[in-house]
């Protein structure tokens, strides 16, 4: 099992840049395809990225398409999420997930393929 811990949230004005990064804890991150999901007060948790075990593939959702970029250091055991160009839509907790399943080789693509989350980090953009 992977304990997932997010940081580098925060307030940031319109059309800047924040990264965020997830460091998990256990031997079996690597083998774990991951993601990004975020979730506003009152809706549903929305998918923002994934990722292969190896970093060699990745998925956007088309609102963050051009602007977000995930990565992932498997010598780390951490997953990042570059996010450029934020405008206040972006506004939200962003969590960091695991595949459902260690050993899975799709790269995630929606928020049921994730199965295990982090507790989320705040990420403000203002207008």
């Known amino acids: 099992q992977v304990h997932l811990v997010e940081s580098g949230g925060g307030l940031v004005q319109a059309g800047g840049s924040l990264k965020l990064s997830c460091a998990a804890s256990?031997?079996?991150?690597?083998?774990?395809?991951m993601g990004w999901s975020r979730q506003v007060p009152g809706k549903e948790r929305q998918f923002v990225a994934g990722?292969?075990?190896?970093?060699?593939?990745?998925y956007y959702a088309d609102s963050v398409k051009g602007r977000f970029t995930i990565s992932r250091d498997n010598a780390k055991n951490t997953v990042y999420l570059q996010m450029n160009s934020l405008n206040p839509e972006d506004t939200a907790v962003y969590y960091c997930?695991?595949?459902?399943?260690?050993?899975?080789?799709?790269?995630?693509?929606?928020?049921?393929?994730?199965?295990?989350w982090g507790r989320g980090t705040q990420v403000t953009v203002s207008s």
């Open positions: 997930a695991t595949a459902v399943a260690v050993g899975a080789v799709r790269v995630p693509e929606r928020i049921t393929d994730f199965g295990a």
């Open positions: 256990g031997r079996t991150f690597r083998h774990y395809a």
């Open positions: 990722i292969s075990r190896s970093g060699g593939g990745t």
